[in-house]
């Protein structure tokens, strides 16, 4: 169980129950789908972002697995308030956090909270699950809104 | 019980090994079947020792290639009731069984406007390769319903089976939910009104005795992984006049009378539906699984793995918060469920970390998990080298699972 407690911290549990910024945003300027078929996991990102290019708010709803969804609440809060380039190199700060080997020390910096997800580099089919919602994030600031898959 | 278990165990290898750590508990054995040593020892020997192409040279050690693995369909043939070795194709797995018939049977026989009826309750497998044939034909699929519990509507069924309909494609036992469906009943049905059947026995096939002419079907498929097998050899058994009537699949060598710019004409069957070299290895270590399972029995089998199916029905559902998906009287031993607040991906990495190899996901089954309410589950699957203590050991770590999500 120690080791599953590496992956399930309890930033992550609380956040899987009482995801934050979980809410359909009707005025949203951006929006996309993440959806990864292999467990089912189905987001939907809300976006709005101001004339300066600044995420002004950023909410989502679905429903998957803790992880996805902890990761989903807790990216809402990280990248909320910030600029557009900002949020991008966030994207490959938590990408590369992911996805670096299990060995080595993580990089944490400006990660914040996210640092959590690090549990996760063991688990390397769960990946997929923790980068869900910000690839549907990329895609709805990127191309405008469609679905963004993981497969 | 007079079944050893703790020998059969000792068979195979991968048992006495671990995972993150613990012993490993592997209750994935309808996705594929773990295999005994004399498989993997019959494989090894036939590289070794006796390897050559088969069907080709007139030298000794091919001859012997040959003959092994002729005396594979023989007894695949012997071991599923079939009346005549021809019936026995081999090929890679159920899915390239069923996408030859799609791809042969089906472009000869299924036309604009006619129907093929399957049951909502069908892998992929058993889908996809329709839907594409009936795309090119211009046909239409209709899909029977299940109850509840997952057992088929057999009346709603019945229904769907009218003048158009060409083909009737089900299930043995379903993958994600373990529910054995009426084989006879339904295909006698079908065959008094001149409609086809073929019958997916992935799952069925591991698990009990299956006489497939005894169940009438012009059709049956499933895999040799799933048999304690190795992978890469698998099985289309059909009628010899259907298969005889049927044009060739892939074609190449090996499946040819005699080749020429003006005209090719074909092998008769089975060569006719086996271009080209084919997994020879594979077939050879199937056919010592064959033997193998032919050792213990289906029989014996089929009676120890209910066994597993009670005392693991009964304990998981003491497990609070745990639904068991998929609850028909005639079950094969696969228990498919959910967890209150726990989506089934968590409980495969928590149970992951336990030592224990189940699998969470749709299962290749996504309209009966639509059917049943669920986006996934999680699916433990027993055979006949499991035991009680494992099961036990699946209910503490679930037991576990909830309180960490708690």
Redesign the interface.
């Known amino acids: 169980?120690d080791?599953?407690r590496e992956?399930?911290q309890e930033t992550i549990?609380g956040h899987?129950?009482k995801p934050r910024n979980f809410r359909v945003m009707e005025d949203a300027s951006h929006e996309a789908d993440g959806h990864n078929p292999?467990?089912?996991?189905?987001f939907t990102l809300y976006a709005r972002v101001d004339t300066d290019g600044v995420l002004e708010d950023v909410t989502f709803r679905g429903?998957?697995?803790?992880?996805s969804k902890a990761s989903a609440s807790l990216m809402t809060e990280h990248v909320k308030g910030k600029r557009l380039c900002e949020v991008h190199a966030d994207f490959d700060r938590f990408h590369e956090l992911v996805t670096s080997p299990p060995g080595e020390e993580p990089k944490l910096d400006g990660l914040g909270k996210l640092a959590v997800f690090a549990g996760v580099r063991e688990?390397p089919?769960?990946v997929k699950?923790a980068t869900l919602a910000w690839h549907a994030l990329r895609a709805a600031l990127e191309e405008g809104g469609k679905t963004a898959k993981t497969e | 019980m007079s079944f050893d278990v703790e020998r059969v165990r000792s068979e195979f290898p991968i048992l006495a090994t671990e995972m993150r750590g613990r012993p490993l508990t592997y209750l994935d054995s309808a996705a594929s079947a773990q295999k005994p040593h004399v498989v993997i020892d019959a494989m090894s020997d036939f590289y070794r020792a006796h390897y050559a192409n088969i069907h080709r040279g007139v030298y000794q050690l091919s001859a012997e290639a040959t003959e092994q693995y002729e005396a594979v369909r023989t007894r695949v043939a012997h071991f599923i009731g079939a009346r005549d070795s021809r019936e026995i194709i081999f090929v890679r797995n159920a899915t390239e069984a069923i996408n030859l018939v799609a791809r042969t049977w089906g472009e000869e026989n299924i036309g604009e406007g006619d129907e093929i009826v399957l049951t909502v309750m069908e892998h992929h497998a058993n889908i996809v390769p329709w839907q594409m044939l009936a795309s090119r034909r211009g046909a239409t699929i209709r899909v029977a319903e299940i109850d509840d519990t997952g057992v088929l509507d057999l009346e709603h069924l019945k229904s769907l089976l009218g003048p158009r309909t060409k083909l009737l494609a089900f299930t043995h036992v379903s993958n994600a939910l373990g529910t054995i469906n009426p084989v006879t009943e339904l295909v006698s049905h079908a065959r008094e009104r001149g409609i086809v059947t073929l019958v997916d026995g992935a799952q069925a096939v591991p698990h009990q005795p299956v006489d497939v002419a005894a169940l009438g079907c012009d059709f049956y498929v499933f895999s040799g992984h799933k048999v304690f097998g190795p992978t890469g050899a698998g099985v289309l058994h059909g009628r010899l006049e259907r298969l005889e009537a049927m044009p060739p699949f892939l074609g190449g060598g090996d499946m040819i009378e005699s080749v020429s710019f003006e005209g090719t004409t074909f092998a008769p069957v089975p060569q006719k539906f086996e271009a080209g070299t084919p997994d020879i290895a594979s077939v050879i270590g199937f056919g010592a699984a064959i033997d193998y399972l032919d050792g213990i029995g289906m029989d014996e089998i089929a009676a120890y793995e209910h066994g597993l199916l009670s005392y693991a029905t009964e304990r998981l559902q003491k497990v609070p918060g745990l639904r068991i998906v998929g609850t028909a009287k005639e079950k094969a031993a696969v228990i498919s469920f959910v967890l209150e607040e726990v989506h089934p991906h968590d409980i495969g990495t928590v149970l992951d970390g336990e030592g224990i190899a189940l699998r969470a996901g749709h299962h290749c089954a996504q309209p009966l998990m639509k059917r049943m309410g669920v986006p996934a589950t999680a699916r433990a699957s027993f055979t006949f080298y499991n035991t009680s203590d494992e099961i036990d050991r699946l209910v503490d770590a679930l037991i576990k699972t909830t309180e960490l999500f708690s």
Not at chain 1, 38 to 42: A, V
Not at chain 1, 63 to 67: H, M, N
């Open positions: 169980m080791d599953l992956l399930y549990l899987n129950k292999l467990c089912g996991d189905e429903s998957g697995c803790a992880i688990y089919m769960r699950c």
